[in-house]
């Protein structure tokens, strides 16, 4: 079935260095990938979305790449900052026309400061 | 119009009992997602509506849930006879149709004891 891989469960780095968590889709079809940033208690918050005509877009610290001959995609941060701190979530839009999306089992994020 | 809105934000039930949850979405939307999710997981699609219509439902949604979205605004999710594997944080989101920006609610969690 339709299926969406994370990794890593949790990643931990210093204030200012780089984060990047990395996504896999068993859905061929898939064209759309949104990242979610969720903080505790609240709802999930899109950070930035990547479309399967595109192979990589940048939003300031924050950048999305796609592969979608290998079925990844990933999320890049730059100069982290304390505020990074939150689990993130990957997500593929299903074949069919529903919109449903399809989430990875997230990443915790620790930016030390 | 500030974002999607779920109310209550919190809800304690007792096993058995009946709840009900309101979403409402961003007011242009013509889209409107039900998730469900488990403490250290993604969220898991329950139902989604284009307007008035129910389109789909997930094999997780039992004969105990139903959804309804009566003028294509707002909607409902109700559970009836509640069981404590129900408690979950319960979210809804928005979107101006297929494989456009999903924006989620604040969620409701609920506990059932």
């Known amino acids: 079935g339709e299926n969406v891989e994370q990794h890593p469960s949790t990643l931990s780095v210093q204030e200012g260095d780089s984060a990047v968590i990395k996504c896999t889709y068993s859905?061929?079809?898939?064209?759309?990938f949104p990242w979610y940033k969720q903080e505790l208690g609240k709802g999930p918050q899109l950070i930035i979305d990547?479309?399967?005509?595109?192979g990589e877009k940048k939003d300031q610290r924050i950048a999305v790449t796609l592969n979608k001959t290998a079925k990844h995609f990933s999320l890049h941060i730059t100069e982290t900052q304390p505020e990074d701190s939150a689990v993130y979530f990957c997500?593929?839009?299903?074949?069919?026309?529903?919109?449903?999306?399809?989430f990875g089992q997230g990443t915790t994020l620790q930016v030390k400061p | 119009d500030t974002g999607v809105s779920q109310d209550p934000r919190h809800k304690i039930t007792k096993r058995g009992q009946n709840v009900t949850f309101r979403c409402d979405p961003i007011s242009e939307h013509n889209r409107l997602y039900w998730y469900r999710q488990t403490l250290g997981q993604g969220p898991e699609f329950l139902t989604y509506?284009?307007?008035?219509?129910?389109?789909?439902k997930s094999r997780l949604l039992s004969d105990r849930f139903s959804a309804e979205r009566p003028k294509g605004s707002f909607s409902t999710l109700e559970i009836q006879r509640t069981e404590q594997g129900d408690s979950a944080m319960y979210l809804c989101a928005s979107s101006l149709g297929q494989h456009r920006e999903a924006f989620f609610g604040q969620g409701t969690r609920l506990t059932v004891v």
């Open positions: 990547i479309r399967s005509n595109v």
């Open positions: 997500a593929a839009a299903i074949r069919s026309n529903t919109g449903k999306l399809i």
């Open positions: 509506f284009q307007n008035e219509a129910q389109l789909e």
């Open positions: 859905d061929s079809a898939s064209n759309y």
